[in-house]
């Protein structure tokens, strides 16, 4: 029986790789991933020696049919993204759909994702919140943010260095300067940093210290009473 597992690997420190993680790396038959490159280098850091295919954004719709062929024809197949969890502003979610709906067996390890860890030591609520990923970039922005900023739950958002300045402008714009939020960079890694405060504050904070690495970016919810 065919069977899709997908495996999430570390978002900075290689320590965060579960022992699960590493033995299905080391019994699969074959491994997709996002980018062989990164994917072959996390390989070789762990001693694990095996045939490795490209299955990126670009290729996801394209090569799906070619993909499942595989599956079918293999014991187990591994999906890998350059980091994270596959499928979580990753390729992946087609590729799974796609096996559910021809009664493959999918399943995904639990492991290394970066919104989890952020939500909870944002200290804002993390019983109920909303993942949006990474915003559009032009079109259907300034729309998406005014409607986020009426959630009750905690807004989780991906964003890259070079617009975070431009978002937490628009989140003083469009949901108000006093609104809290934290903005957490580099987890896992050496710099990681936690920085929490109303989006105005925070904003001064980023515009006096140019932001570097990776971002998630919590807003609290609108009827929040946290005091950062
Ligand atoms: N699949 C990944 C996951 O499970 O989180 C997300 C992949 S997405 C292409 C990359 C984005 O995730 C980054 O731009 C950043 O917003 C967030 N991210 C990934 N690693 C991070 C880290 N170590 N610290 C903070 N944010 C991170």
Known sequence: MAKLCIVPTPIGNLEDITLRALR???ECDLILAED???TKKLLAHFEISKHVLP???HNEHKTLNGMIDRILSNQLTVLVSDAGTPGISDPGFLLARECVARAIEVECLPGPTAF???LVASGFPCDRFVFEGFLPH??????KLTRLGQEDRTVILYE???RL???LE??????????????????SKFFEEYKRGTAAAVLEHYKAHAPKGEIVVLIEGKHGKSEL
């Open 165 to 167: 300045i431009k978002c």
């Open 138 to 143: 032009k079109k259907g922005r300034q729309t």
């Open 116 to 118: 989890v860890p952020a």
């Open 36 to 38: 062989t490159r990164v």
């Open 24 to 26: 299905m790396l080391r």
């Open 170 to 187: 628009q989140i003083c714009e469009f949901i108000g300067p006093d609104r809290n939020v934290c903005v957490v960079r580099e987890l």
């Open 160 to 162: 890259s260095p070079h």
């Open 55 to 57: 299955f990126h954004a």
